[in-house]
């Protein structure tokens, strides 16, 4: 899994740097837990007992601009399930399904977790498919199911990549690029390599 560090929500304010270590999914119980998608390697580490989040929610949520802290964590069947201070029963749970957590994170440090990377690191990095420079990163966008790698192709358009292993198996911030297998279609728009530098329409032959 991936955990990508970027702006955290509006409502935390404070020019800080955040990474975004999981998503409320599904109340689980009468007791206030609630199921987790993870984005980090560490989730003991990133759950303990008064770890406080940051929460990016609508701003019609109840929870909006308030932060939320871990009571307790445990796994049930394989699945993450998390217990937070001020959530007491199955209804309150319910007000934070889809909510994302944003933990803060010292920008100057590196993350210590593999495959987790700060947005600044990510930005300006080439596009590489097939041994080519397709284009380059200028932005990440960060969604409830996962994150996107906007990319400004060679040809001035913008086109969105899933930030997943499957399509971009390697992140080489050291050679300055990110390499890319996407699925047929995903990238047809870019350039893919032989052009013959002419717009001329060939002329049929002289047969006679």
Do not use: C
């Amino acid at each position: 899994m991936t955990e990508v560090a970027g702006d955290p929500p509006s409502e935390s304010g404070g020019g800080k740097t955040q990474l975004r270590v999981g998503r409320l999914v599904k109340a689980h119980g009468l007791k206030g837990a609630i199921k987790l998608e993870l984005y980090t390697d560490d989730p003991e580490g990133r759950f303990v007992p008064g770890a406080v989040f940051t929460l990016q929610v609508p701003e019609s949520s109840p929870w909006h601009g308030k932060p939320l802290t871990v009571r307790e964590f445990r796994w049930m069947n394989s699945h993450a399930v998390a217990f937070f201070e001020g959530v007491e029963d199955r209804d309150a749970a319910e007000e934070l399904i889809r909510a994302i957590l944003w933990i803060d994170q010292d920008p100057t440090v590196a993350p210590i977790e593999e495959d987790a990377w700060f947005d600044h690191q990510l930005v300006g990095l080439d596009a590489v498919r097939d041994g080519q420079i397709v284009g380059r990163v200028i932005r990440v966008e960060h969604f409830p199911a996962q994150d996107l790698l906007v990319i400004r192709t060679t040809s001035d358009d913008e086109v969105l990549v899933p930030f997943v292993k499957a399509i971009v198996p390697e992140v080489d911030v050291s050679r300055g690029r990110v390499i890319l297998t996407p699925p047929a279609g995903l990238l047809e728009d870019l350039v893919d390599g032989d052009d013959s530098g002419s717009d001329e329409p060939e002329t049929p032959a002289d047969l006679s």
